[in-house]
Structures are given as structure tokens and as C-alpha cells.
């Protein structure tokens, strides 16, 4: 995997220009009022946006929960908690007082805290595929053009480079683990993680660069291992 201007979705500790704050395209300004646009007709009782709306927001929450959990039936369970508590709480939900990704970002981190304090351990999920399978991960049509029997190894090498990267994720503590995923999974600047943590911006990113490095050090132990 590159260790320069990483893809979304990987945890390798991205390039120093990946550091900055990013500011939002117009296109995510665009998603960003589509999106605000799709709240506000679920508050005013939309049951066909309600719809639309955990379709759109689903694999995101499942993928927190799993990179949190590693396992893909607590992730499960824990993605439809969200919802439900969603479900019951959008009315008190304010768009002029924040976003609604740091919002529901909240929702799942508190149901995760939980979670945590009641397992006080985290469980290891046999199925990987569970995560990413999906478009992000599909072949583009230079992979089909290409000799298969590079591809295959291609898609090899990638399944087992996450394997271990998930195998070190759930070896980090949580505060550490929830930090990194935040950032390099959700690229989520540090204010909203700030106000999703609430912990000070400083210790926000002292734990993400903790985090990294212990996230570091943990792969190339496995690597050493394999």
C-alpha cells in the first residue's frame, strides 16, 4: 500500500501534506447541502428519505464499528443501534448548529464507548471481506484487462495487507484506535473529532500521532511474524 497520499479507507500514516486541514471541495459543499437537504425532509416525516438517508450513511457507520470492534456481527449490531437511536433522536437534531456527519459520528462513537465498557475486550472477526467489498475494492477495467493472474495476486496481497493492518488496529488502546480511525479511515479534520471526543484539538492530535506510530510498530511486528 502507498505510504504517500494514502486512499481513503486505508490506515498507513499518510504523507505530512495529508496533515493539513483540507478544505471542502465544492462538490463535498455540494453532498454536504444534499445532505443537510435529505435531514431536514426526514425531520418534517419523509419516511422515503428516512430510507434514502441509512442507505447513504450505512456503510460509513459500519465501517467505524468494525475497525473498532473487528467483528463484523458486533458491527452489525452496533451499525443498527445507531440507526434506531438516530431514529429517535433526529428531531432534536439542529443543522445550524453543526454537521450532521460529526453528529451521527457522535452517536456511534458513544454506542462503541458502551460497548467497549460491557465486552472489556475486543473480539477478532474471521470474515474480512465483510468490510470493504464493495465498489472501493472492485477491479477497475484496467485490472480486467490486465493478465489475471496478477490481478488475483494483486487482490491477494491486498486482502492480507488489511488483515494485518485490522489485526494491528485491534491491538491499539481504544482511545488511540478511535483517533486513528477518525482521521485516516473517516478523514475527518480535527475540530470535528475534537467535538466528537470532546477532548482538546492539542490532545486529539497528540493521540493520532500516538496512535500512528503505535500502529507503526505494531505492523511491522506482524510483518516480521509472516
Given at each position: 500500500?502507498?505510504?504517500?497520499?494514502?486512499?481513503?479507507?486505508?490506515l498507513?500514516?499518510?504523507?505530512?501534506?495529508f496533515e493539513a486541514t483540507l478544505e471542502r471541495t465544492p462538490e463535498q459543499e455540494a453532498a454536504q447541502e444534499a445532505l443537510a437537504k435529505l435531514v431536514r425532509q426526514c425531520i418534517a416525516g419523509d419516511s422515503q428519505a428516512w430510507q434514502q438517508l441509512v442507505v447513504s450513511q450505512h456503510r460509513r457507520i459500519y465501517s467505524i464499528c468494525y475497525r473498532f470492534t473487528g467483528s463484523s456481527t458486533d458491527a452489525?449490531?452496533?451499525?443498527?443501534?445507531?440507526?434506531?437511536k438516530?431514529?429517535?433522536n433526529l428531531s432534536s437534531f439542529d443543522l445550524q448548529k453543526g454537521s450532521f456527519q460529526t453528529w451521527i459520528t457522535t452517536l456511534a462513537r458513544n454506542l462503541l464507548v458502551d460497548h467497549f465498557?460491557?465486552?472489556?475486550?475486543?473480539?477478532?472477526?474471521?470474515?474480512?471481506?465483510?468490510?470493504?467489498?464493495?465498489e472501493e475494492d472492485g477491479p477497475t477495467m484496467a485490472?480486467?484487462?490486465?493478465?489475471?493472474?496478477?490481478?488475483?495476486?494483486?487482490?491477494?496481497?491486498?486482502?492480507?495487507?488489511?488483515a494485518r493492518i485490522q489485526d494491528a488496529?485491534?491491538?491499539?488502546?481504544?482511545?488511540?484506535?478511535e483517533a486513528v480511525i477518525l482521521r485516516d479511515l473517516e478523514d475527518m479534520d480535527y475540530k470535528d473529532?475534537?467535538?466528537?471526543?470532546?477532548?482538546?484539538?492539542?490532545?486529539?492530535?497528540?493521540?493520532?500521532?500516538?496512535?500512528?506510530?503505535?500502529?507503526?510498530?505494531?505492523l511491522q511486528r506482524i510483518e516480521k511474524q509472516v
Amino acid at each position: 500500500m502507498p505510504l504517500t497520499t494514502p486512499p481513503r479507507g486505508t490506515l498507513v500514516p499518510p504523507s505530512k501534506s495529508f496533515e493539513a486541514t483540507l478544505e471542502r471541495t465544492p462538490e463535498q459543499e455540494a453532498a454536504q447541502e444534499a445532505l443537510a437537504k435529505l435531514v431536514r425532509q426526514c425531520i418534517a416525516g419523509d419516511s422515503q428519505a428516512w430510507q434514502q438517508l441509512v442507505v447513504s450513511q450505512h456503510r460509513r457507520i459500519y465501517s467505524i464499528c468494525y475497525r473498532f470492534t473487528g467483528s463484523s456481527t458486533d458491527a452489525e449490531d452496533l451499525t443498527q443501534d445507531v440507526f434506531l437511536k438516530l431514529f429517535k433522536n433526529l428531531s432534536s437534531f439542529d443543522l445550524q448548529k453543526g454537521s450532521f456527519q460529526t453528529w451521527i459520528t457522535t452517536l456511534a462513537r458513544n454506542l462503541l464507548v458502551d460497548h467497549f465498557r460491557r465486552t472489556r475486550l475486543d473480539r477478532a472477526s474471521d470474515s474480512l471481506d465483510a468490510t470493504f467489498d464493495g465498489e472501493e475494492d472492485g477491479p477497475t477495467m484496467a485490472d480486467r484487462l490486465a493478465d489475471p493472474r496478477e490481478s488475483q495476486e494483486k487482490h491477494v496481497a491486498s486482502l492480507q495487507l488489511k488483515a494485518r493492518i485490522q489485526d494491528a488496529l485491534k491491538q491499539l488502546s481504544p482511545e488511540l484506535r478511535e483517533a486513528v480511525i477518525l482521521r485516516d479511515l473517516e478523514d475527518m479534520d480535527y475540530k470535528d473529532i475534537a467535538q466528537v471526543l470532546r477532548i482538546p484539538e492539542g490532545t486529539v492530535k497528540s493521540r493520532i500521532s500516538r496512535g500512528r506510530g503505535e500502529l507503526a510498530r505494531l505492523l511491522q511486528r506482524i510483518e516480521k511474524q509472516v
